[in-house]
């Protein structure tokens, strides 16, 4: 496949191509300046309170869409493919965490004045939280491995791909039976409660920084700075980075590829069931499907910033949580179009860098 | 090889066949084989001129009333609630010369793909003769034709969306007022009453809310009132911040959601903390309920909602203490619509009753096209909840809605 000559149908394709691509470019840009124009200079729709409004939910959302892109981008980079049940690997972490507060909260510590466990000791019961809800997550991720990949490791490499949408439908449908398909309320710990934060004033109004969302951004930018460390200057993060470049010639040089892939699963489930146990206490709610729909931003988040890439998929949350929360606001369109204009953004960096925005370019062994 | 794939695939198809078969085939079977088997006189002879033939029932069957309703996820409390309503009605209902009544309720998710589902289930089964149902404007809609085909009234105790009954359907009926009243007093009482001038409109894109929003927007703007902006959001989401503070530019002194608890809690919340707290959250039938309470707690408190309880009747409460007996809770505080589900079945029950004949084999026959016209010529029925007349386009009440609003973590008839 190496020195295969192109067909002349495909040459023909790029010439075509080399046209409309900088048309298409141009076209969509100048439409994108008339609408900021438009918004932002004559309209002047929204206030700095306003943009600083859609600016934090931007960050807190980016924030956890780059924690679970950078399961996928993990996975990607050493076995090229896509993790498709990540997001129900976060979601037991959701569970987890929302099981944990439950049970601390039924601990009552005093009865006069009425105080449970999740009260009286708040920071302990959320690292406690956290603890079950990584490790649920990262066992769930080694599992599904060890269940779902590994048999298929030989296999080509659509077939991979096809038992991780069967494991994600499995792990939706189970979630579903063990935990019955209501809503659970997740009860934050009284420090945390949602809807309270610092308030600044903008404008002549009060801006609301959420103190579950500070939380939430401070510990995804934490634990991505914590993974960087370890993928860059750790036994395991080299191991991992050899067995990304070459799986054959890391083995003869005495990595363990097949444990260091269970560690990468590891890894990957711990920093999603983080990104769950966030989502609960956060945004409040849990339920079987509550994995869904992060995943797959996170995943378009990980594409956007370079597939395969740790820089790019922490960039790429944060963009897309950006455009999703601003994006709207600032072309003057209907905020039920967010999902439209994210994915948009995706079709346009990927004609432009099919790699992605910090994506490289593959050498001929990866592809 | 070859062959074997063609065998494979034309085995395939020939099961599927079978098993679309019986929605067919009940009405068929009937007409076809009973009077083979039976003597001539003991068949009646409405079910050789009816459109859609007879469902027959032995002495000890059970006749089935399908109810298609949400009975998982976030808005499950409306199906499990209504549900329960409707199997008090079938429960009371007795028996019909041997033959007994059941209420089957199926999961359609609330969604026009499961509305659309359940309804090819029931009308598979020869059993099934009439639908209280279904529970969502966008399942009703989806599974309407499916029950014009097969001739199967329907009688919804909840769908509201106002089209609904201007597609000219012969087996639509509802006892539900519409959205269109439903509307039109909202914009009346935010207007005059709570003195709204500037009001933000939030819909979930779906059939039932869209229809309400735009509903409001005309009456608002009718009356004098400003609409500062309309916005959708996406069902089964958790975070409206942005589209939130989007609207808190526009500083509306109300907020009006159509749509459903799940989304409307979650509104309700984050409006604190967005730069609306001091809006008013106005949402209608589908925000009302215990669950809206439980998740917003003091978030909650003075958002308004439409409830559909009746007046204190002793039929209400006789059906309240034996509801609370058999289920633990208080009718109407899983959803409004307690009440109606009991009401819609009933009145069904009824009109099969006074359509049903007793062959001279001693089995019940129920003619579907004659129950059709029977549930659509519905007259002066007294339920708990009023007493309904069906009109030629199906609508079968018109009395307005009663607003309610959270006082004190509870629900309490807005002033």
Redo the contacts between chains.
């Keep these: 496949m190496n020195e295969s000559v192109p067909l002349p149908i495909a040459r023909k394709g790029s010439q075509l191509l080399k046209y409309l691509r900088p048309t298409f470019g141009v076209v969509v840009l100048l439409f994108i300046l008339y609408r900021l124009y438009s918004v932002l200079v004559i309209r002047h ?3 700095a ?2 943009w600083t ?2 600016l ?3 960050l807190i ?1 980016g924030g956890v869409y780059a924690l679970i892109a950078i399961g996928y981008t993990l996975v990607y980079g050493i076995l090229f493919m896509i993790n498709f049940a990540h997001g129900e690997v976060m979601m037991l972490g959701a569970y987890a965490g929302f099981f944990v507060f439950e049970a601390l909260k039924s601990i009552k510590v005093s009865s006069e004045p009425p105080l449970n466990f999740s009260n009286a000791n708040p920071v302990i019961s959320i690292i406690i939280a956290f603890a079950v809800g990584m490790t649920v997550s990262a066992l769930s991720g080694f599992l599904l491995e060890k269940i779902a990949y590994r048999p298929l490791r030989k296999a080509p490499r659509l077939v991979p791909l096809i038992s991780a949408i069967g494991a994600s439908i499995f792990l939706q449908n189970a979630a ?1 039976l063990l935990f019955s ?3 659970r ?1 997740v009860t934050n710990p009284e420090i945390l409660r ?4 610092w308030k600044i004033l903008i404008n002549g ?4 920084i ?1 103190y579950t969302g500070v939380f939430t951004f401070a510990l995804s930018i934490l634990l991505l700075i914590g993974l960087y460390i370890i993928v860059r200057k750790t036994k395991l993060g080299r191991a991992m980075r050899a067995v990304a470049l070459d799986k054959k010639t890391a083995a003869l040089m005495g990595i363990d590829v097949d444990k260091t892939i269970s560690q990468t699963f590891l890894i990957s489930g711990a920093l999603a069931g983080a990104a769950g146990v966030m ?1 609960g206490i956060h ?3 849990v ?1 079987y ?2 994995g869904f ?1 992060p995943g797959i931003k996170a995943f378009t988040a990980a594409v956007l910033g370079g597939i395969g890439n740790l820089p790019g998929a922490m960039l790429g949350g944060l963009f897309l949580g950006l455009i ?3 994006g ?2 600032a072309l003057g369109i ?3 179009l ?2 439209v204009l994210a994915f948009a953004i995706l079709i346009l960096v990927l004609t432009f860098r099919p790699s992605g925005l910090l994506g490289e370019v593959l050498s001929e062994e990866k592809v | 090889m070859k062959a074997m794939k063609l065998l494979v695939v034309l085995t395939v198809l020939a099961m599927l066949f079978t098993a679309c078969a019986p929605a067919a085939t009940p009405t068929a079977a009937v007409k076809t084989e009973a009077p083979a088997v039976a003597p001539v006189d003991e068949v009646p002879a409405v079910c050789a001129s009816d459109a859609f033939g007879c469902a027959v029932f032995a002495p000890g069957e059970v006749v089935k009333l399908g109810m298609g309703a949400p009975m998982t996820g976030g808005d499950s409390a409306f199906g499990l609630d209504i549900s329960q309503g409707a199997f008090l009605a079938a429960k009371d209902a007795g028996d019909f010369n041997g033959v007994t009544f059941e209420v089957v309720a199926e999961d359609d998710g609330g969604s026009p793909e499961g509305g659309a589902a359940v309804a090819n289930k029931f009308a598979a089964d020869p059993a099934v003769v009439a639908i209280p149902g279904h529970i969502f404007s966008g399942a009703t809609a989806a599974a309407m034709p499916i029950y014009e085909k097969a001739g199967f009234p329907m009688l919804s105790p909840s769908a509201t969306n106002p089209a609904l009954t201007t597609k000219g359907s012969p087996v639509f009926n509802r006892i539900a007022f519409t959205d269109a009243i439903q509307g039109a007093f909202a914009a009346n009482y935010l207007f005059e009453k709570l003195g709204v001038k500037k009001l933000a409109l939030v819909h979930d894109g779906q059939d039932y809310g869209k229809g309400l929003v735009e509903v409001v927007a005309k009456e608002f703007a009718a009356l004098g009132g400003e609409v500062v902006a309309t916005e959708a959001i996406t069902p089964k989401e958790t975070d409206f911040t942005a589209v939130l503070s989007a609207l808190a530019s526009k500083a509306p002194e109300a907020v009006y959601f159509g749509g459903y608890t799940t989304e409307g809690a979650i509104l309700a919340n984050q409006m604190k903390q967005t730069g609306l707290e001091n809006a008013v959250f106005f949402g209608c039938d589908g925000t009302y309920g215990a669950d809206f309470l439980e998740r917003t707690g003091p978030n909650g408190e003075g958002a308004f909602a439409v409830s559909l309880t009746p007046p204190n009747t002793e039929a209400k409460l006789v059906f309240d203490a034996a509801y609370e007996a058999a289920y633990g809770s208080k009718p109407g505080t899983l959803s409004p619509f307690s009440w109606n589900g009991y009401d819609v079945t009933a009145a069904l029950i009824s009109m099969v009753k006074s359509v049903a004949v007793v062959g001279g084999d001693g089995k019940v026959y129920v003619p579907r096209g004659a129950l059709v016209a029977a549930v659509r010529g519905l007259k002066d029925h007294v339920g708990i909840s009023g007493t309904f007349t069906c009109q030629e386009n199906g609508e079968c009440n018109a009395s307005g809605p009663l607003f309610v609003v959270v006082k004190d973590g509870a629900w309490v008839p807005a002033p």
């Design positions: 729709e929204y206030g309170d306003t409004r859609l934090i939910t931007g959302i579903q398909p209501q809503l309320d949602r809807g309270i934060g109004s009060n801006v609301i959420p989502w945004n409040g709610l339920y499907f509550v729909i999703e929360s601003m709207p606001a209907n905020f039920q967010k999902d």
